[in-house]
């Protein structure tokens, strides 16, 4: 297991605090919902992570055309909503519930 300079909280982001991306995000999530019985079927990766191998050169053509693929944050605390009520999407996502 990796280690992290700072404790994982709730508010920790999978992508930005703890650099899931790409294939790894989809293992993580798929390992999640069969760990926890989440129904995963109308969650967006695309919307969340980072496609694997986006180096660089993609980021800053991205920045300077003001198109970001990528457009929501998934912390840690999303993943626990989602497993307490058995299914991951925008509606649990965006709920102020918890």
């Known amino acids: 297991m990796?280690?992290?300079?700072?404790?994982?909280?709730?508010?920790?982001?999978?992508e930005e605090d703890l650099g899931v991306i790409g294939d790894d995000?989809?293992?993580?999530l798929l390992e999640y919902g069969?760990?926890?019985?989440?129904?995963?079927?109308?969650?967006?990766?695309?919307k969340y992570f980072t496609p694997e191998g986006d180096t660089i050169l993609?980021?800053?053509i991205r920045s300077f055309s003001k198109k970001e693929e990528k457009s929501a944050m998934l912390t840690?605390?999303?993943?626990?909503?989602?497993?307490?009520?058995?299914?991951?999407d925008e509606d649990v996502i965006n709920s102020s519930k918890m």
């Not at 990796?2 to 999978?14: A, D, E, F, M, S």
């Not at 019985?37 to 969650?43: A, K, L, T």
């Not at 999303?78 to 991951?88: F, N, V």
């Open 2 to 14: 990796g280690k992290y300079k700072t404790p994982i909280l709730r508010t920790t982001y999978l």
């Open 25 to 28: 995000a989809v293992e993580l």
């Open 34 to 46: 069969q760990k926890f019985n989440v129904d995963m079927s109308r969650f967006n990766v695309s």
């Open 58 to 60: 993609p980021s800053l």
């Open 76 to 88: 840690v605390g999303d993943l626990e909503k989602g497993a307490i009520i058995g299914y991951l």
